[in-house]
């Protein structure tokens, strides 16, 4: 079966069909950019499970293919879970990390380490054409460091440093990171999901 990703980064295509491949699924696993005809959907959700089953729930209408989405952010304990579903566009321009990373940095100062608690949230969405629909979640909890470490990765990577870890996710590799991540664990979640409702 044709599986589509409704997303145009190719980190997560891979990623994705990384996981499907180790868990012995032989789906093809295709990126929204292979359907450049469909348009984006809004993320007007007030979660991540919402905007990840809008999104994957459009592309299934648009495609008559079964669709999977993901929605993430960073949640910060002293901000009662902010930037959350806004962490792409939290200093006001979508996809702008760097400002992002510290405007973030600039709200929480110097408050010390034991009140820097996050975590990265992940959910993932599998819609099928015919409404059906499944989302799991995955997180990865962590401290916030009071200044950018690490080159790897996107996003908030920089400043948080996972549990039991003594680099930020800026610092891992990719490999690493997924085995830990949000994203890893929601896709790996996902894998159960995508036997139960698809045909290999
Ligand atoms: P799509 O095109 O796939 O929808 P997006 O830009 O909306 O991607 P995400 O939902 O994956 O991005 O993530 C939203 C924001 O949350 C992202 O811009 C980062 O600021 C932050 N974020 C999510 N996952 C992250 C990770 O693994 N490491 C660092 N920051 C992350
Ligand atoms: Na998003």
Redesign the pocket.
């Known amino acids: 079966t044709r599986l589509i990703l409704?997303?145009?980064?190719a980190g997560?295509i891979s990623e994705l069909r990384a996981i499907l491949a180790d868990a012995g699924l032989s789906h093809e696993l295709v990126g929204a950019d292979a359907y450049p005809e469909i348009p984006d959907v809004k993320e007007t959700g007030v979660t991540f499970a919402e905007n990840a089953l809008l999104?994957a729930h459009a592309l299934a209408r648009a495609t008559g293919l079964p669709a999977v989405a993901?929605?993430?952010?960073?949640c910060v304990d002293v901000l009662n879970g902010a930037p959350g579903i806004f962490?792409?566009r939290w200093a006001g321009r979508?996809?702008d990390?760097r400002a992002?990373l510290e405007l973030l940095l600039a709200q929480l100062g110097d408050i010390d380490d034991t009140h820097r608690g996050a975590h990265?949230a992940?959910a993932a969405a599998l819609a099928l054409p015919d409404g059906t629909e499944r989302v799991v979640e995955g997180q990865l909890r962590g401290t916030l460091r009071h200044a950018p470490v690490g080159t790897n990765?996107?996003?908030?990577?920089p400043i948080?440093q996972p549990e039991g870890e003594s680099r930020t996710?800026a610092e891992l590799s990719a490999e690493e990171?997924n085995a830990i991540?949000?994203?890893g664990k929601a896709f790996r979640a996902l894998v159960p999901v995508v036997r139960e409702l698809l045909a290999k």
């Open positions: 409704a997303t145009r980064n997560k999104k993901d929605d993430s952010g960073l962490s792409a979508h996809g990390d992002n990265f992940c990765g996107f996003g908030y990577d948080l996710c990171k991540s949000h994203r």
